[in-house]
């Protein structure tokens, strides 16, 4: 074997050993989601019960609670973290985070009405139907009002209306929370604040088909987004369709995010420390960032569930407050660590 492609083979083995310790850390997270709660299981017994032998009230725990509640988990946050790691090559911005745009804010509105309106009570699915179309609706206004502008995709246009239409969208859910009743607001607030108590294999399985095709965009779009990241003047004059490659990857994120907050709410900080850490510890190439961001956001979103659920005994806290309470002192570290002699 010559040097050079001895050479060429450490360089495609570093990126997948790194995907793979991303795939040992997931797998260890799932673990404990699965043992821990409640009723504590030796991983003895999650194996007897994921394949169908040993106690029955195990495998009921295992297959009806913790296992869907685990991957609707995995899916959220790498669906965040996905979309934060395409937000920040976009916008060239590593400080920005899925819901800058405001989806979480239209998907905060739709639910509100939901609850407001007592439909949440009626049928399962309308506050989450109504959380994704909010979500949407929001998406829409943001891309219409920046394209209003020059017809292209400017990201400075794009900022402001995500700001603009966030704004007025929670100006919204105060004006509807101030004339509901107490019990609808408290429903409202601790939707707001993320939890997967309501998964099911229904919520995975729609989460999984969408999720994944749009997760092959963003990877389709990987070496687009790394000229992207630097320039679109660059990125244009080496080949790339920007305003093309744009709008697939803007459309692409910001459907992730909308599906993800719909079926979970607002749960902050997963989609701006993850890929920012991942891109200060192993560069910015997003041909491993984008795979690599999906497998860290769902192995941290995990590893917040069972936190989450798990350390105030028998209550639970919302899934926003474990992700603030952990990525807050990250991202501090984060921004103060050192780099070539300078802080980020």
């Known amino acids: 074997m010559s040097a050079g492609t001895s050479w060429a083979a450490d360089t495609r083995a570093v990126p997948i050993a790194r995907l793979l310790v991303l795939c040992a850390l997931l797998g ?15 991983t003895i017994d999650v194996l007897d019960a994921l394949h169908g032998s040993g106690s029955l009230v195990h495998q009921n725990i295992l ?7 685990a991957v609707q988990a995995s899916l959220v946050g790498a669906a965040l973290a996905l979309s934060g790691t395409t937000y920040q090559a976009l916008l060239r911005n590593p400080l920005a985070e899925p819901y800058v745009l405001g989806v979480s804010s239209g998907a905060a509105f739709g639910a509100v009405v939901s609850v407001v309106n007592g439909w949440s009570q009626r049928e399962v699915w309308a506050l989450p139907l109504c959380a994704f179309a909010g979500a949407v609706l929001a998406m829409v206004l943001v891309f219409r009002i920046a394209w209003s502008v ?3 995709l400017d990201a400075r246009v794009l900022l ?5 239409v966030s704004a007025f969208l929670v100006a919204c ?3 509807l929370l101030t004339f509901a009743d107490d019990e609808s607001v408290r429903t409202a607030v601790f939707w707001m604040m993320g939890s997967h108590s309501g998964a099911s294999w229904r919520s995975v399985s729609v989460l999984a088909v969408v999720m994944l095709p749009t997760a092959v965009v963003l990877l389709w779009q990987a070496r687009a987004l790394n000229l992207l990241a630097i320039g679109e003047m660059t990125a244009a004059f080496l080949g790339t369709n920007v305003e093309r490659s744009k709008w697939w990857a803007y459309a692409a994120a910001t459907f992730l995010t909308a599906v993800g907050v719909s079926v979970s709410g607002s749960i902050g900080f997963v989609g701006l420390v993850v890929p920012h850490a991942l891109r200060l510890l192993w560069g910015g190439d997003h041909r491993l ?4 961001s999906a497998l860290a956001g769902a192995a941290f979103m995990v590893s917040a569930d069972t936190a989450a659920r ?10 926003g407050v474990v992700t603030a309470l952990v990525g807050v002192p990250c ?3 984060l921004l103060r660590r050192p780099v070539n002699g300078a802080n980020v």
Do not use: C, K, Q, Y
């Open 28 to 42: 260890l997270a799932m673990l404990a989601a699965l043992r821990f709660g409640a009723v504590p299981l030796s």
């Open 63 to 69: 297959h009806e609670l913790r296992l869907p509640r």
């Open 150 to 152: 020059g017809h292209r």
């Open 160 to 164: 402001l209306s995500g700001v603009v």
């Open 173 to 175: 859910i105060w004006l």
């Open 289 to 292: 960032l984008v795979p690599a």
């Open 310 to 319: 798990t350390v105030a005994g028998a209550n639970e806290l919302p899934i």
């Open 331 to 333: 991202f501090v570290w």
